[in-house]
T-cell receptor
Framework: NAGVTQTPKFRILKIGQSMTLQCAQD?????MYWYRQDPGMGLKLIYY???????DKGEVPNGYNVSRSTTEDFPLRLELAAPSQTSVYFC???????????????FGPGTRLTVL | AQKITQTQPGMFVQEKEAVTLDCTYD???????LFWYKQPSSGEMIFLIY??????QNATEGRYSLNFQKARKSANLVISASQLGDSAMYFC????????FGTGTSLTVIP
């Protein structure tokens, strides 16, 4: 199993450009998440998905969009990049049977994005 | 409103000693989960331990234990017999209707 994979590892964008951060998992997890981590801070949830076709906003969704057309993939779209979006982006996945217990998230290696 | 609070930006511990990293949380949901993650300088996020809100006993995983005090809304991580490889950032997190992470505690293990 590859686990959670993210591409690219690094990217520099100019202000106003757009890009898509790719995330894929091969563990058949129903939950997937996107986080950003600013320097010296914890992770903040951008969007999450509980299954294909279902997405919901997290704590900091502005400036981002997501889609979940398959169980495996959960791309994050940045439209009109701004310097405030300079951060490290982590994708994660987990499995839940919705019984009330929670399972660990498996994290990808992260994408370091700089907007200049 | 901040959901997870970690009040110790940095901690030092002597090798082989135990250390407690503090975490308090805020939620009105009766059902929630509490997690601790380790982030070494290489950047990856490593799951350490989980505690469910309905679990009666404190969670343990090897040298890690979670001191869960529900009435005080605290979920402190205890690392026993610290090792040099434990030097890292440690994040407390909570899942209620979504995930919230604390700002982290930087732990340095001194030889």
């Amino acid at each position: 199993n590859a686990g959670v994979t993210q591409t690219p590892k690094f990217r520099i964008l100019k202000i106003g450009q757009s890009m898509t951060l790719q995330c894929a998992q091969d563990m058949n997890h129903n939950y997937m998440y996107w986080y950003r981590q600013d320097p010296g801070m914890g992770l903040k949830l951008i969007y999450y998905s509980v299954g294909a076709g279902i997405t919901d906003k997290g704590e900091v969704p502005n400036g981002y969009n997501v889609s979940r057309s398959t169980t495996e993939d959960f791309p994050l779209r940045l439209e009109l990049a701004a310097p405030s979006q300079t951060s490290v982006y982590f994708c994660a996945s987990s499995y839940s049977d919705f019984s009330g217990s929670y399972n660990e998230q498996f994290f990808g290696p992260g994408t370091r994005l700089t907007v200049l | 409103a901040q959901k997870i609070t970690q009040t110790q930006p940095g901690m030092f511990v002597q090798e082989k000693e135990a250390v407690t990293l503090d975490c308090t949380y805020d939620t009105s949901d009766p059902s929630y989960g509490l997690f601790w993650y380790k982030q070494p300088s290489s950047g990856e996020m490593i799951f350490l331990i989980y505690q469910g809100s309905y679990d009666q006993q404190n969670a343990t995983e090897g040298r890690y234990s979670l001191n869960f005090q529900k009435a005080r809304k605290s979920a402190n991580l205890v690392i026993s017999a610290s090792q040099l490889g434990d030097s890292a950032m440690y994040f407390c997190a909570m899942w209620g209707n979504q995930f919230y992470f604390g700002t982290g505690t930087s732990l340095t293990v001194i030889p």
